[in-house]
């Protein structure tokens, strides 16, 4: 039976939502690091976590030491060029990995530049399992996988109606967006279900009525879509979202205002 959501509705201040953000990843660095010695982190596309980004990166209390213990690997990629300004290895390395001098060793990037997406994605499968010693046939496990969503309910690069998103052996698979760069490669469903933390960020008014249908599906089609099949057996799913984000939301999510941790 897979957990609730837990669903936090921080600040209707971008900048409070990105500090909420970055002192949750902080904290669950510090346990994993404290368990497991190590922190197998994914980070997520898009534009929202950029801002979460050049908060960890400005964190005064974070420094390269805090970070040598850390592990970066990426939820999906554009298969475009690691320079491309589409790409997510791009806003990472800007905003995140130069200004805390992470070294190149501990990053792990999907090759979208790759002639052949899916070679690229069975490389990027055997990294993940030589990474976290899950071998040949379990499922890699990393500690938090950072999500987005998109209006559409898409999530990394699983979109409705795709492959990519009914893929239940592999790990990576090449992701189809009904927008340019349409070729991705992206996570699995697999590999996301079996993280210790999903953490979903989502700001803004734009996102209100997908997050509706996710977190409060009026009927069985919002259970369908790809960023509502996220449901990790035994991890815990935790939605940062700002007001904005939440309007649509009903009282029960939004009465916890206490910071997640
Ligand atoms: C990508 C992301 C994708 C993204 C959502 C939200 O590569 O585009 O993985 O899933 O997270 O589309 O994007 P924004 O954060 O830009 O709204």
Redesign the pocket.
Known sequence: MAVLPEVHVLSDDVSAWASDAAALILSLQRRAVEDNGRFLVAL??????ERLYQRLASNSSTTRHEWRNTRFFF????CVPPDHPDS?YRLAEQALFKPLHIAADHIHRMKGEHPDPEVAARDYEGLLRTSTNAGSSGWPQLDLVL????NDG????LFPGTDALRETRRCVSVGHAPVNPRL?LTLTLGVINQATVVLFLASGDS?AGIIKRILEPSQDAGRQLPAALVRPERGRVIWLLDRLAAAKLTGRYTESRQKPT
Do not use: F, I
Not at 44 to 49: I, N
Not at 75 to 78: A, F, I, L, Q, V
Not at 154 to 157: E, G, K, P, V
């Open positions: 997520s596309g898009g534009r929202t976590p939820g999906d990629e554009r997510n999500l987005g969503l998109g898409h999530t990394a690069s991705r996102k």
